[in-house]
């Protein structure tokens, strides 16, 4: 059974930075990609970012481009999402997601994810 634990989050200044992590257990890890979504309260879950299994290939929304890094320790079985010069609308939680599948081919859509962690909470003041 697949197992995904995010952690990481806080409450935080506008421009401040966060690292958030997921643990991902139950399968071999390192040939799955993996994403980050989030959701504000009263919105839709929508996706932040993606990395292919072996992390040569990224996808990010664009209001986090420049600002976002994902990355993945495939010896550590985790995945990174790194969140410089946050803003108040960065304000949700923050989901950590796996597929079924092993191909990528950029993941960017909430339906290409079967497994989900329990969420983060990130929060920025203005």
């Known amino acids: 059974q697949v197992q995904l634990v995010e952690s990481g989050g806080g409450l935080v200044q506008a421009g401040d930075s966060l690292r958030l992590s997921c643990a991902a257990s139950?399968?071999?890890?390192?040939?799955?990609?993996m994403g980050w979504f989030r959701q504000a309260p009263g919105k839709e879950r929508e996706f932040v970012a993606a990395?292919?299994?072996?992390?040569?290939?990224?996808d990010y929304v664009d209001s986090v481009k420049g600002r976002f890094t994902i990355s993945r320790d495939n010896n550590k079985n985790s995945v990174l999402l790194q969140m410089n010069s946050l803003k108040p609308e960065d304000t949700a939680v923050y989901y950590c997601?796996?597929?079924?599948?092993?191909?990528?081919?950029?993941?960017?859509?909430?339906?290409?994810?079967?497994?989900w962690g329990q969420g983060t909470q990130v929060t920025v003041s203005s």
């Open positions: 139950g399968r071999s890890f390192s040939i799955y990609p």
């Open positions: 990395i292919s299994a072996s992390g040569s290939s990224t």
């Open positions: 997601a796996a597929p079924k599948v092993t191909w990528y081919s950029g993941r960017t859509y909430r339906n290409g994810y079967d497994y």
